[in-house]
């Protein structure tokens, strides 16, 4: 959901940025969302149903700017994988949304529609703020 929010978002401002989302674990590589996700993103008009899990890679840490962690265990685990001559910016996504510093975002998973939606709901407000931080250079 949060590459699908983070692509609206800079769509919605004009922002062209080069965005991937991957994970810590390789539990479902090449699969597609929770169709749960893809519910919830769908509602609000944004579609991630071409996306396919993969699992972050040494290079990535050179490739992007940025690499953002929903949460504290995976930005952990992101600290862990770093090379030492990485030049990504590892933060958490909530840390860009004022308030919301150094929290994470609940992980939907094992809940029910509510909980997605909830999740999206924190994800895209952090997205726009995100969109706006980069925006102005950081």
Known sequence: MAEGAFRAAASRAGFAVHVDSAGTGGWHIGEAPDPRA???????????????ARQVERADFQHFSHIVALDEANLADLRRLAPADASARLTLLLDHLPGREGHSV????????????????EIAAAA???????????
């Open 38 to 52: 893809r519910a919830e993103a769908a509602r609000h008009g944004v579609d991630i149903t071409r996306l396919r």
């Open 106 to 121: 609940a992980d939907p998973y094992y809940g029910g529609v509510e909980d997605f939606a909830a999740a999206w709901s």
């Open 128 to 138: 726009e703020a995100l969109v706006d931080h980069l925006r102005c250079g950081a």
